[in-house]
Nanobody
Framework: QVQLVESGGGLVQAGGSLRLSCAAS????????MGWFRQAPGKEREFVAG????????YYADSVKGRFTISRDNAKNTVYLQMNSLKPEDTAVYYC???????????????????WGQGTQVTVSS
């Protein structure tokens, strides 16, 4: 069993930056594919960014490409989402997800991930 705990959310003005963290329990975190999703009020949860277990492969949603960066520190069992040039439309609850099976791939679909965090709120004011 893996537990994921997100942190780093908050209120920021448009154009600002935030860095989200996702701390994972478990010794095998370094072998998991990781991803970030978000869900805005009244909308479905959507893919934001993903990374293979090695970190060699990453992929981003078009809406965040060039502004967000996913990274991981396996020594700290943590994955990050650096968010720059934030826009009001980035306002959402952000979720971290992990999968131990399809680890060589960047997973973009919710059902491909086995473990999920509880989410952290990001609010961008205009």
């Amino acid at each position: 069993q893996v537990q994921l705990v997100e942190s780093g959310g908050g209120l920021v003005q448009a154009g600002g930056s935030l860095r989200l963290s996702c701390a994972a329990s478990g010794r095998t975190f370094s072998t998991y594919a990781m991803g970030w999703f978000r869900q805005a009020p009244g909308k479905e949860r959507e893919f934001v960014a993903g990374m293979s277990w090695s970190g060699g492969n990453t992929y981003y949603a078009d809406s965040v490409k060039g502004r967000f960066t996913i990274s991981r520190d396996n020594a700290k069992n943590t994955v990050y989402l650096q968010m720059n040039s934030l826009k009001p439309e980035d306002t959402a609850v952000y979720y971290c997800a992990a999968d131990p099976f399809r680890r060589d791939y960047v997973l973009q679909k919710q059902h491909e991930y086995l473990y999920w965090g509880q989410g952290t709120q990001v609010t961008v004011s205009s």
